[in-house]
């Protein structure tokens, strides 16, 4: 089956404290994207990478990392969390950006 | 500069009622593509729709159907006879070809039985 995976679904942290969401798609997909969504303002996008080693920043990019070291994972690394990261985070792959396919989203609480 | 808005935050219907879901989009881009998503309060995204710039025939299935007006750069969608499963937040989102998406706010809509 055609997915894209992230991991954990839901994830309670503390300031400070490294974290990873993994996300992983079995289609072969070059494009690859992290969103985050907060209410009222919709899904922007952090991070996204053109194909493995290729990453380049979205609108949003401060206080994440990512990288692109194989075609099918791209991690999302927050190295020290802060409360205004909390959010239901979105994993999306696809052949080109503008047909992408979403994860089932990770929500993400730091205290 | 690309842009969606959706200036319904929320709705509220009662079932059986009809509703529509507004989307205005900016783009200079000749080429993009329209989506509507589907976001239940579990939270995953469901895909509804896409739509390219050159296809402004409007599409109906089922219960829903899109709008697409390039003159108006609007691209509206209306559901038929609302049930409470439709209660959802509905994104819009445009996506010029080769670029990424841009995203609406969202409109919450409430259908009480």
């Known amino acids: 089956e055609a997915q894209v995976t992230q991991n954990p679904r839901y994830l309670i942290t503390v300031t400070g404290k490294k974290l990873t969401v993994t996300c992983s798609q079995n289609?072969?997909?070059?494009?690859m994207s992290w969103y985050r969504q907060d209410p009222g303002l919709g899904l922007r996008q952090i991070y996204y990478s053109m194909n493995v080693e290729v990453t380049d920043k979205g609108d949003v990019p401060e206080g994440y990392k990512v990288s692109r070291k194989e075609k099918r994972n791209f991690p999302l690394i927050l190295e020290s969390p802060s409360p205004n990261q909390t959010s239901l985070y979105f994993c999306?792959?696809?052949?080109?950006?503008?047909?992408?396919?979403f994860g089932p989203g990770t929500r993400l609480t730091v205290t | 500069a690309q842009k969606v808005t959706q200036a319904q935050t929320e709705i509220s219907v009662v079932e059986k009622e009809d509703v529509t879901l507004d989307c205005v989009y900016e783009t200079r881009d000749t080429t993009y593509y329209l989506f509507w998503y589907k976001q239940p309060p579990s939270g995953e995204l469901v895909f509804l729709i896409r739509r390219n710039s050159f296809d402004e025939q409007n599409e109906i299935s089922g219960r829903y159907s899109w709008n697409f007006q390039k003159s108006t750069s609007s691209f509206n969608f209306t559901i038929t006879a609302s049930q409470v499963v439709d209660s959802a937040v509905y994104f819009c989102?445009?996506?010029?070809?080769?670029?990424?998406?841009?995203f609406g706010p969202g409109t919450r809509l409430s259908v009480l039985p």
């Open positions: 999306a792959s696809s052949t080109n950006p503008s047909e992408q396919y």
């Open positions: 989102a445009l996506a010029p070809y080769g670029q990424n998406f841009v």
């Open positions: 289609m072969n997909h070059e494009y």
